[in-house]
């Protein structure tokens, strides 16, 4: 698959911190596919249009979602950061004519992630964290510990998620909550992997 289009498209909709953050997330979802036996080409559409809806403000994520019917649990507006999440798959395969329904799952639990996600959704939420555009104290431990066991950077990622949402103040979705779960993040490697949580 020629990816230029995309990329040309994308560029012209995204911001540029949000472009250069797909490249990003592009590059790392195809170095993690090769590194644990995944087709490259959905990791490299999935990883490039996982944000394609964040060209839309939020208002009209909302309307977009509802003029699409798109499936929205969020009855409350209290999740307003995931709506990007459930609406790219159906930007994706509107705008962009993605038709692979593993790719558009994968982009839909990006943010949020799920229990049982395909190792390519796992690949993709991974990548989200972990790009070269990401600058915080643990990344770099983060990044080795997803070349070495991509379901353990999975469960990594939803605690440092969870430790996010809950610093803030807000409610973790979920989804995340589930994933938390089903991922064992009850289990500990901080020490294994030298990753720092305060
Ligand atoms: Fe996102
Ligand atoms: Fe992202």
């Known amino acids: 698959m020629n990816l230029e289009p995309h990329i040309l498209k994308l560029k012209g909709q995204l911001d540029p911190r949000r472009f250069y953050h797909s490249l990003g997330v592009m590059q790392t979802a195809v170095c993690l596919a090769l590194r644990h036996g995944i087709p490259t080409e959905p990791a490299a559409v999935g990883g490039l ?35 990007h999440a459930w609406l790219s798959p159906e930007y994706a395969r509107r705008e962009y004519r993605i038709q692979e329904p593993e790719v558009l799952e994968a982009i839909r639990y990006h943010t949020t992630g799920a229990p049982g996600m395909s190792p390519l959704a796992e690949v993709i939420f991974v990548a989200d964290c972990i790009d070269p555009t990401r600058n915080y104290p643990d990344v770099e431990a983060l990044r080795r510990l997803a070349r070495q066991d991509l379901r353990a950077a999975v469960r990594e990622c939803l605690i440092m998620k969870r430790d996010h949402v809950e610093d803030r103040g807000q409610r973790l979705h979920p989804d995340a909550t589930q994933a938390l779960s089903a991922y064992g993040a009850n289990c500990s490697i901080e020490v294994t992997f030298g990753i720092h949580r305060s």
């Open 49 to 83: 249009l996982h944000d394609c809806a964040r060209c839309l403000n939020k208002s009209q994520q909302y309307e977009r979602l509802m003029e699409w019917d798109v499936p929205f649990p969020d009855p409350d507006g209290q999740y307003r950061t995931v709506w």
